[in-house]
Nanobody
Framework: QVQLVESGGGLVQPGGSLSLSCAAS????????MGWYRQAPGKQRELVAT???????NYADSVKGRFTISRDNAKNTVYLQMNSLEPEDTAVYYC??????????WGQGTLVTVSS
């Protein structure tokens, strides 16, 4: 069973920066894709960014140019650097990972609040 442990998050002012990280452990298979999703109050969970083990990336239009996803394959860790944060970025951010068996795993979520 894969476990995803997230860290980072918190309160930041508009225009500020924040970094999230997520470490995966316990996988018997190569983890192909890792990513970040978010869910704002009253809204559905949405894609933020994903990165494959070959470092191919995909971003939601709303975060392009502001957020950067990266990963350390040796550590099975994915990072999300968030710059120029806006109040609309306020949400619970979830890490996920899909391994070579096709199984999908989710982290417990970490709250990001952008407010003055």
């Amino acid at each position: 069973q894969v476990q995803l442990v997230e860290s980072g998050g918190g309160l930041v002012q508009p225009g500020g920066s924040l970094s999230l990280s997520c470490a995966a452990s316990g996988s018997r298979f190569i983890i192909y894709v890792m990513g970040w999703y978010r869910q704002a109050p009253g809204k559905q969970r949405e894609l933020v960014a994903t990165i494959s083990n070959s470092e191919s990336t995909n971003y939601a239009d709303s975060v392009k140019g502001r957020f950067t996803i990266s990963r350390d394959n040796a550590k099975n860790t994915v990072y999300l650097q968030m710059n120029s944060l806006e109040p609309e970025d306020t949400a619970v951010y979830y890490c996920n990972a899909r391994d070579a068996s096709g199984a999908l795993y989710w982290g417990q979520g970490t709250l990001v609040t952008v407010s003055s």
